[in-house]
């Protein structure tokens, strides 16, 4: 949690928006960065992985980790650049966040007040409680770690071309000459996470843009390679907590405020 009684640190917001396909090349910030998809989708890869920042998601970068940015759709960018070294209760590595209508509204309002050169003691009301908000933010499983090791590789990219590819990790155990037990302890030890979790995270990262510009629920689930909208709605729920409809109802309600 951020100390409210102590001197918050010095941040600056910004707000940039790119259209659809931008990219911006691999760089990194003396600063943390809450990077926030307003309008339209970002992704992130890192040396670690890549993040999938839908609206009404953020991903926190903290300082000194190179990055590349991915835009699709018209993107509207509100970022915090946060200054003075480690923020107490910040997370300690690159992940997504929910955010909350509170954090949504205080960034903006950051947004205004440095346009408009407001007076010091508003500003660093506003930056308090952004600052406290942004630390009690929720997690959310939007990171795709990518392997070291060759075999899983192999495995990791031909799922990236596609994601509905159903072959169990015997079947890919042929394929790559290893046994499966092996796979899997590869896929523990490497990524953290199962092969299936990755397979699952893997194809909530593709759903979101699909979503995002338009196919229907079924229309992903099919492409993605669930028997049924049903089987890909319970999957979208579990992982972010909401349905696919109701989830792309916020972001545009989101959108419609102004932002």
Same mark, same amino acid.
């Given at each position: 949690?951020?100390?409210?009684?102590?001197?918050?640190?010095? &941040?600056?917001?910004?707000?940039?928006?790119?259209?659809?396909?931008? @990219?911006?090349? /691999?760089?990194?910030?003396?600063?943390?960065?809450?990077?926030? /998809?307003?309008?339209?989708?970002?992704?992130?890869?890192?040396?670690? *992985?890549?993040? $999938?920042?839908?609206?009404?998601?953020?991903?926190?970068?903290?300082?000194?980790?190179?990055?590349?940015?991915?835009? =699709?759709?018209?993107?509207?960018?509100?970022?915090?650049?946060?200054?003075?070294?480690?923020?107490?209760?910040?997370?300690?590595?690159?992940?997504?966040?929910?955010?909350?209508?509170?954090?949504?509204?205080?960034? %903006?309002?950051?947004?205004?007040?440095?346009?408009?050169?407001?007076?010091?003691?508003?500003?660093?009301?506003?930056?308090?409680?952004?600052?406290?908000? %942004?630390?009690?933010?929720?997690?959310?499983?939007?990171?795709?770690?990518?392997?070291?090791?060759?075999?899983?590789?192999?495995?990791?990219?031909?799922?990236?071309?596609?994601?509905?590819?159903?072959?169990?990790?015997?079947?890919? *155990?042929?394929?790559?000459? /290893? =046994?499966?037990?092996?796979?899997?302890?590869?896929?523990?030890?490497?990524?953290? %996470? =199962?092969?299936?979790?990755?397979?699952? @995270?893997?194809? %909530?990262?593709?759903?979101?843009?699909?979503?995002?510009? *338009?196919?229907?629920?079924?229309?992903?689930? $099919?492409?993605?390679?669930?028997?049924?909208?049903?089987?890909?709605?319970?999957? &979208?729920?579990?992982?972010?907590?909401? /349905?696919?409809?109701?989830?792309?109802?916020?972001?545009?309600?989101?959108? =419609?405020?102004?932002?």
């Amino acid at each position: 949690m951020f100390d409210l009684l102590g001197p918050p640190p010095p &941040f600056h917001a910004v707000a940039i928006d790119y259209p659809d396909g931008a @990219q911006v090349a /691999a760089h990194a910030h003396r600063e943390a960065q809450f990077l926030y /998809a307003a309008q339209g989708l970002m992704r992130v890869l890192t040396a670690g *992985g890549a993040w $999938t920042i839908p609206p009404t998601r953020a991903v926190w970068i903290p300082p000194g980790v190179e990055h590349t940015l991915f835009m =699709s759709g018209e993107v509207r960018m509100r970022t915090l650049f946060i200054a003075g070294g480690p923020l107490p209760g910040a997370p300690d590595g690159c992940c997504v966040l929910a955010v909350t209508p509170l954090m949504r509204e205080l960034v %903006l309002r950051a947004i205004h007040l440095q346009r408009h050169e407001a007076d010091d003691a508003q500003a660093r009301l506003v930056r308090t409680l952004a600052l406290d908000e %942004l630390t009690r933010l929720t997690r959310m499983p939007l990171y795709l770690p990518m392997p070291e090791d060759r075999r899983l590789r192999a495995i990791c990219t031909a799922l990236l071309r596609a994601p509905d590819d159903d072959r169990t990790l015997e079947d890919w *155990g042929l394929e790559v000459g /290893a =046994s499966p037990r092996t796979l899997a302890r590869l896929f523990a030890r490497e990524l953290g %996470l =199962s092969f299936q979790a990755w397979r699952q @995270q893997l194809r %909530l990262t593709e759903a979101l843009p699909r979503l995002h510009a *338009g196919q229907s629920v079924q229309a992903v689930a $099919t492409a993605l390679g669930y028997g049924s909208a049903r089987a890909f709605s319970a999957m &979208f729920q579990r992982l972010l907590g909401e /349905a696919p409809r109701a989830y792309l109802g916020r972001a545009e309600t989101a959108l =419609s405020a102004g932002w």
